[in-house]
C-alpha cells in the first residue's frame, strides 16, 4: 500500500469513527471498501476533489420510526423501524428488510453501505438501501407478525415507491412478512404496483427469486473453482444458517453433484456425514419455512446427523468448500485459520459480511478462492431487479428464462471481479475487484449529476 493510501485510509477512518460513534459493522463495512478503492483516488484526484466518499458514506437519507403493535394477549409493544437510503445515483433505492432483535444505526447503514456496491456489480439500474426493524418474529403467531408489518408499513409507505424505493426480504422477512408488507401497502395506497420484490408468485413475484441468493452463491462459486479447472463435482460443502440464503445454496450444491453436510441456526448446526439429499432437504424446508422449528430437529429426525448446541458453528468440519450463510461476522481468524488447514479451497459468501476482517486477511494469505457477499450473494437483488422489469411490462418470465439472466449476472460479476481484483501473481483479489468495479460505477454516476 502507498503513503498516500494509508494516510488517506487512516485520516478518513478516524473522521468516520468520530462522526458515526460506536458503530462497528458500519466502520468495518467502510474500511474494507476503503482499503481497496485507495488506489482508484489517488489514481483520480478529481475523485478526491470532488469529496466522493466523504458523500458515499453520508445516506442520502435515514428515516426511524416507531413501531407499536399489540400481541395476541392484548400487550402493547413498541419497536424501532429504519430505512437507510443510502445511494440513488444509479437507480432508485433497492434493499432488503430485516427483522431481528440485533438490528441497530449501525447494521442497518452497514448493509445499506454494501448494497450499494452490490448493486451496481448486477449490471442492472439499482440505488442501494436497507430497512428493518429489531423485532423478532421467532415465537410470534401469524397475527402477530401480520400486526407488526402493517404497523411497519403504515410509516415506511410515504418514504417507498416503485420508481423511490423497492424493498425487498433479508433475515427474519421472507414470503409471508413481504405478503403482510405488500398488502399494507396496496391498502394504503391503493395501487397495486412492483415496490416490493419477493412478492408471491401468483400476485407479481418473479420465478426463482425464492431460489435466487442461493443458486447465485453457487454459480459464483462454479466460476470461481473454474478458474483453477475445479468444480463442484464430489466435493463436501459445509454451510451455515438454515433459511432463505442456506437452503436454496445446499440445494443447488446438491444438484451440482455435492455433499452438503452441515446446516445451522443460533443455537447450534447439524452435521450430518452421509449428506443432504432431496427428501432431507424437503424436510429443512417445511421444519423452517412452515413449522418455524429449530434446526436441531434435524438431527432427532435423521440418526445419521449429530446436533452440536450452544450457538457452535460448523467452520471445523472438514471441506472443500463452505457458503457462509448466516449472518455478519460469524466467521473468525480462528475459524479461518481451521477451515485452510483442512484443506478447503472455496468460500463463496452467501451472508453480508459473514467473515471478519481477520478471517479474509486468512483466506488471502493461504490463496484460497475467496468472494465477499457483495459479489457472491448479488444473485438474489438482481432478480428481485429481474422482478421489477416484469412488473413495469406487466409480463412473466419462465424459470428457464430467469436462470439463464441470473447466470449471465453472476457470469459478469465475477469478470469484473476478474479484471479489477488480479494480482501480479494472477491471484484473484474478489474483495478488491467487487469494491474497485462497484465503486467506479457508482462514483462515476455520482459526479455526472452533479453536487447533489
Ligand atoms: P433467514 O431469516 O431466512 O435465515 C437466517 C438464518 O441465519 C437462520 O438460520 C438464522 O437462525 C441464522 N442467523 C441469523 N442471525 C444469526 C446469528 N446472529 N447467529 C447465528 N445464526 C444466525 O435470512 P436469509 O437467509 O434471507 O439471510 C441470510 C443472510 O444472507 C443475511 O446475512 C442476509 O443479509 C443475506 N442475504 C440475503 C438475501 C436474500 O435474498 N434473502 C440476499 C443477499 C444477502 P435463527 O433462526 O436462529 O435466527
Redesign the pocket.
Known sequence: MSVFSDRYIKTFMAELQARNPGELEFHQAVNEVLTSVAPCLEAYPYLLDGKIMERMVEAERIIIFRVPWMDDSGAVHVNRGYRVQMNSAIGPYKG?I?F?S?VNLSIMKF?AFEQTFKNALTTLPMGGAKGGADFNP?GKSDAEVMRFCQSFMTELHRHIGQDTDVP???????GREIGYLFGQYKRLRDEFSGTLT?KGFAWGGSSLRPE??GYGVCYFAQQMLASRGEGFEGKTVVI???????QYAARKSMQLGAKVVTL????GYIYDPDGLDEEKFAYVQQL?NVARG??KEYASKYPSASYYPG?AKPWGVKCDIALP????N?LDGDSARTLVANGCICVSE???M?STPEAIAVFQQARLLYSP?KAS??G??AVSGLEMSQNSMRQKWTPEEVDAQLHRIMSDIHDSCTKYGTEPDGYINYVKGANTAGFLKVAGAMMDQGLV
Not at 451455515?240 to 442456506?246: I, K, R, W, Y
Not at 450463510?325 to 455478519?328: E, I, P, V
Open positions: 432488503g430485516r431481528h440485533s448493509l421467532r425487498a426480504g433479508d433475515i427474519g422477512v421472507g419477493g435466487a441468493t451455515s444458517g438454515s433459511g432463505n440464503v442456506a445451522s441456526d443460533s443455537d423452517k429449530r434446526i450457538g450463510c448466516a449472518t455478519q460469524e452467501g451472508a453480508n459473514p457477499g450473494n448479488a438474489g437483488v
